[in-house]
Nanobody, 122 residues
Framework: QLQASGGGLVQAGGSLRLSCAAS????????IGWFRQAPGKERELVAA????????SYADSVRGRFTMPRDNAKNTVYLQMNSLKPEDTAVYYC?????????????????WGQGTQVTVSS
């Protein structure tokens, strides 16, 4: 249902864009969240966007550096990550939820993509 891609190795201060490609069934009917999980830490919500794309939310740690554009015509949601820091290193997951506008609890997401590794070197 969801396919995450775009991770890689980047130097601090650099940028990456992650993509979350959704099946037609999930693309326009679900809110999308981007989560990340660093080793030994809980999976945390980084950003979320409503079905329409009109409502977004960002974690304090990434606000002003990350954006989450949504292209419903391409059934894809992105996570544009700028000014990356070593503490952004984690496996990033996208997830879909039928709840509106979007939940903050990972347990309320219905579908998950596989993770994509992001590593930021100092």
């Amino acid at each position: 249902q969801l396919q995450a891609s775009g991770g890689g190795l980047v130097q601090a201060g650099g940028s990456l864009r992650l993509s979350c490609a959704a099946s037609v069934r999930t693309s326009n009917n679900y809110a999308i969240g981007w989560f990340r999980q660093a080793p030994g830490k809980e999976r945390e919500l980084v950003a979320a966007i409503s079905r329409s794309g009109r409502t977004t939310s960002y974690a304090d740690s990434v606000r002003g550096r990350f954006t989450m554009p949504r292209d419903n015509a391409k059934n894809t949601v992105y996570l544009q990550m700028n000014s990356l820091k070593p503490e952004d290193t984690a496996v990033y997951y996208c997830a879909a939820s039928s709840r509106h506008p979007f939940p903050t609890m990972k347990e309320l997401y219905d579908y998950w993509g596989q993770g994509t590794q992001v590593t930021v070197s100092s």
